[in-house]
């Protein structure tokens, strides 16, 4: 029986090259893996410039280290300074990374919901506006988005390493079920998010509620 999912030709979400170099991994760097990808998919928007500028700074640090050695330059000094310029950078030019992180979601999306979809460019200059118009809940998705990713990447390295299951034949022939989940993942995770963020902005009114009656105490008190 030939599964509908297994050699179709069209980009997988879940990618079986990719589990296959990750399944050798150890427990403590998939458990980070989990670790971090929660973290991120519960304070995405809270803490969206410390992770845009470690997500941008880490991006550049890799590309300086590939790129590096086809210009007879020291790798790891390359990959330091670019990465460290990167994330500067990116404090900056926070709205801009929302940009290209709406563009190459929304190409993306369109490569994994029809195969070959053209035009491209219209694909990502169309989501960049839309990343930049609803900036705050873009944010949120793309953070939800992306932790889900690496919690799914993450668990099912973890599961291949417990022999409980073989992640890379999961990948090829249970690709729906696999980008079902992480779909699900991000809508947890943007209520998550929101309902993180209605909490902080109540602490942050109580906050500044308590703050005129301890002026008024001290003037008493005084």
């Not at 973290?39 to 550049?60: D, N, S």
């Not at 993306?108 to 990502?124: R, S, Y």
């Not at 703050?211 to 003037?219: N, T, V």
Request: hydrophobic share 55%.
């Amino acid at each position: 029986m030939v599964d509908p999912d297994a050699g179709d030709g069209t980009m997988h979400l879940l990618a079986p090259d990719i589990l296959i170099d990750a399944r050798g991994l150890s427990i403590g760097i998939t458990g980070t893996g989990i670790g971090l990808g929660l973290l991120l998919w519960v304070t995405g928007w809270w803490m969206h410039r410390f992770w845009i500028v470690l997500g941008t700074t880490f991006a550049a640090g890799i590309f300086g280290l590939l790129s590096a050695s086809g210009h007879r330059l020291q790798p790891l000094i390359v990959a330091i300074l670019l990465g460290v310029a990167a994330g500067v950078l990116a404090l900056s030019l926070v709205r801009l990374v929302a940009f290209a992180a709406g563009g190459i979601a929304v190409y993306l999306v369109g490569q994994l919901a029809a195969k070959g979809l053209g035009e491209p460019l219209i694909c990502f200059l169309a989501g960049g506006l839309i990343g930049l118009f609803v900036f705050r809940f873009w944010i949120m998705v793309t953070t939800s988005f992306l932790g889900s990713l690496l919690m799914t990447y993450s668990g099912l390295c973890l599961a291949d390493h417990l022999g409980k299951l073989n992640a890379v034949d999961l990948a090829d022939h249970k690709q729906s079920i696999l980008t079902g989940v992480v779909a699900g993942l991000t809508v947890f995770g943007l209520l998550a998010q929101l309902g993180v963020e209605r909490l902080r902005r109540r602490f942050a009114a109580d906050e500044q509620d308590e703050l005129p009656d301890m002026r008024m105490g001290r003037r008493r008190a005084a």
